[in-house]
């Protein structure tokens, strides 16, 4: 069963059948129209240094997706993104990180591409 509360989307049935273990990473998407009045320059400093994040901030997320601003904040494996677009940012970055991420902590080859649909 899913709820939504605030902007943000829970799935608790699922959860609560897990058992509590360690998670490889945790994503979490904050909607600055939804979640909270988020203080823009507070966001640039807590930002990453990296181009990524620098790109990010300028509305360009990687190749040929562009949009509003947004902002990246990496602590070990917990990933957030403050914005307001997330579809243009989750599968040709987030989805393709995480997979070349894992592929190399399990010594396996992860071969990047795109999908065209007609």
């Known amino acids: 069963m899913k709820s939504v509360s605030s902007g943000c989307v829970t799935f608790r049935t699922a959860a609560s059948r ?3 273990s360690e998670v490889d990473y945790t994503l979490s998407f904050c909607n600055l129209n939804v979640d909270a009045p988020w203080d823009l320059p507070t966001l640039l400093e807590e930002q990453d240094g990296t181009y990524r ?8 997320y990687i190749t040929d997706h562009f949009g509003s601003p947004a902002y990246l904040v990496t602590r070990g494996t917990h ?7 997330f579809e243009p ?12 991420l894992y592929s190399m902590k399990q ?8 999908g065209h649909c007609c």
């Open 18 to 20: 897990r058992t509590r």
């Open 53 to 60: 994040a620098k790109r990010f901030a300028a509305g360009y």
């Open 79 to 85: 990933y957030w993104i403050f914005g307001t677009e």
């Open 89 to 100: 940012i989750f599968w040709p970055y987030v989805v393709k990180l995480l997979l070349t």
């Open 107 to 114: 010594g396996m080859l992860h071969l990047k591409a795109g």
